[in-house]
């Protein structure tokens, strides 16, 4: 029996050594290979296609200097940065391996008073003052013959852009020659000044200019254009139109001429504009929000754009905060899914989360000559609705809300051979000058030469900052974060215009939503079964308070007016029984379709959470039987 249980441990011992001899060879053999895999849904850790394509455009090789110090004492500052580091220099390898040999990658660790130090100056790379006094580097350089791109710090919150990023290095290293951008807008985007008394005090003040302009000027030449502007320069490639408000006929005149000499516009309008809302006197009471449109240019091209009505969408509205702190869902502010996006154009493709308050739609068939796409529409569980009312009440319109069986267009693109919508020539000067005289015909074009292209959005609100970005503060500073993907589409917008398409496919990925499709579904599913009782209830209540009024009313005299008859009390005193009882049961319903609710998204989270460990568990039993079986046969 000894030797029989020495001889069991012997075997043991030597087959667990030679398992650990595989395993090193088999992890020696195969660590010469370099092989990911990436098991997310969107394939957030493999490069785009559009990377790909700019890679295999290089001509000549490219270098990137990759800077990230390696602290000598481990913080949690230094933890932090040093883990984004890895992801870092990870993806850095998978742009090596995709560039065929034209992508060089050097790191180095710029200590204190070191050569490395020299280098990442000499580059423009920033070190981060962390908490405890140390400098932190964490930045690169894409260098490509005498051109130079630099991103200074490499910023955690844009973990999700980070191959954007690079690639937009890249691309800028590899075509120095940037286009030029027009934006015309009479909100503040370029951010205000600060008050120079309180400049004088210590203190900034102003506001800075929105984050899409800032991202715009990470791309290209952004210049500015006043609303009153009687021509756009030739050298602008794109012009970016946001909420055009009061437009003159010159102005639009100047659009018009613009789109007929090939250049592309991007126009924002808006029947709500709750940013221009909020400038106006709060004593006023609720703010009215302004409208902007084109309707000349509009009507020219076959379109319409009602700026009294807005969107209200079952599926794709938000939950706001309303008075005092409690959620309120509102059916006109929309968060568009995939499920609203044209994913078979390259604008809209990847783009999975687009939030647009009081949101406009576009209706007709374009003019001869032109064909419409349509980027982003409603699910058909929509209507439109007064825009006024709806920001003052939005509890009627779900209250009243009534499908209409049928998607609204909220941005499209027309493409085409466009026509002047002024045949008669430039409009005349609201200043009174002197225009009577017709120009001659060759002094304006009344068709363009080739086919061109517009953007047209049903909302100018979805690119402010506070509907875009979330701002947190950080030991470097304050940051902000996306909370969705307007900025991706506005810049896949303008990039697409301008005629760069790979880094469409990079950025399309940066931002990913996973909304509980399903549940808000179901949520309008409900709301539609009680929404019926609800208002029956609510009807039967109001005209038992009318009817109490009524009979109160009949007391002219006011000695009389609280001496009631026998019937008359009896009758008052069934109509207080029926109306309690009606708000009792309109109490009850309400109640019985937010249980629906509140337990159909609890259901659907457990699903979510329990789902995997349950079917790992039962696969893992399952496994111990078959090999308890197979033990019990032997």
């Known amino acids: 029996m000894k030797s029989k249980g020495l001889q069991t441990i012997l075997y043991s011992a030597v087959g667990l050594a030679a398992m650990g001899l595989i395993l090193v060879a088999f992890n020696v053999v195969t660590g010469a290979f370099k092989l990911r895999l990436d098991l997310t849904e969107e394939k957030a850790y493999t490069l785009s296609p559009g990377t790909r394509a700019i890679l295999k455009g290089l001509e000549s090789p490219i270098k990137i200097r990759f800077y990230c110090t390696q602290p000598a004492a481990a913080s949690r500052d230094t ?24 992508v060089i990658v050097e790191k180095y660790d710029p200590q204190p008073d070191s050569d490395a130090e020299d280098s990442a100056g000499l580059d423009g790379i920033q070190g981060q003052m962390l908490p405890d006094g140390e400098r932190f580097y964490l930045g690169l350089a894409v260098s490509q013959l005498d051109q130079k791109e630099t991103i200074p710090f490499l910023a955690p919150n844009r973990e999700r852009q980070l191959e954007y990023d690079v690639a937009r290095a890249i691309s800028r290293v590899v075509q120095p020659i940037r286009p030029v951008i027009g934006v015309m807008s009479p909100l503040p985007v370029w951010g205000a000044p600060g008050n120079p008394m309180m400049m004088q005090m210590g203190q900034v003040g102003g506001t800075p200019p929105w984050g899409i302009i800032s991202e715009l000027k990470g791309d290209f030449d952004v210049r500015r254009l006043e609303m009153d502007a009687k021509s756009i320069p030739d050298d602008i490639r794109v012009l970016v139109l946001l909420h055009p408000k009061e437009i003159t006929e010159e102005a639009q005149f100047a659009l018009d001429q613009f789109v007929l000499r090939g250049g592309k516009l991007i126009a924002f309008l808006d029947p709500y504009c709750v940013v221009d809302s909020r400038g106006q006197n709060p004593l006023m009471g609720m703010s009215a929000g302004s409208s902007s449109n084109l309707e000349k240019l509009l009507r020219a091209w076959g379109l319409t754009f009602d700026t009294t009505k807005v969107v209200a969408d079952a599926n794709f509205r938000m939950q706001l905060q309303g008075r005092n702190g409690q959620p309120v869902e509102q059916l006109t502010w929309l968060s568009i899914t995939p499920e609203g996006m044209n994913n078979e154009d390259i604008t809209t ?162 931002t990913l939503n996973r909304p509980f499709e399903v549940v808000k579904r179901k949520q309008a599913e409900a709301e539609r079964r009680f929404q019926g009782e609800i208002a029956a209830l609510e009807a039967k209540a109001q005209q038992a308070q009318q009817r109490l009024n009524e009979m109160q009313a009949q007391k002219g005299d006011s000695s009389q007016r609280f001496i009631l008859s026998p019937e008359q009390e009896q009758e008052l005193s069934k109509l207080r029984r029926e109306e309690a009882e009606t708000r009792s049961n309109l109490r009850q319903v309400r109640k019985d379709l937010r249980r629906d609710i509140v337990g159909l998204e609890n259901r659907v989270k457990w699903v979510n959470v329990l789902a995997m460990p349950v079917l790992v568990s039962a696969f893992g039993l399952g496994l111990a039987l078959v090999k308890k079986r197979k033990t019990g046969a032997r």
């Open 79 to 102: 933890v932090f940065l040093t883990s984004h580091a890895r992801l870092v220099e990870d993806l850095l390898q998978e742009f090596r391996q995709a560039g065929g040999g034209k």
């Open 349 to 510: 493709a990847e783009i999975d989360n687009v939030w647009m308050p009081m949101a406009g739609a576009f209706t007709g068939t374009p003019a001869e000559g032109l064909t419409q796409i349509t980027l982003m529409q409603s699910t058909a569980e929509s209507q439109l609705v007064e825009g006024f009312m709806a920001n003052m009440a939005p509890e009627e319109v779900l209250k009243e809300f009534k499908s209409g069986d049928k998607a609204q267009t909220l941005a499209l693109r027309v493409q085409g051979r466009f026509k002047t919508a002024f045949p008669d020539g430039k409009p005349a000067s609201p200043d009174g000058a002197d225009t009577n005289a017709a120009p001659a015909a060759a002094e304006w074009l009344k068709e363009s030469a080739s086919e061109n292209a517009v953007i047209l959005v049903g909302d100018a609100d979805l690119l402010f900052d506070d509907f875009t970005l979330r701002r947190i503060n950080s030991p470097f500073g304050q940051l902000a974060m996306s909370m969705n993907a307007n900025l991706n589409f506005a810049q896949n917008c303008v990039e697409q215009m301008a005629g760069d398409q790979n880094l469409i496919q990079v950025r399309s990925r940066a």
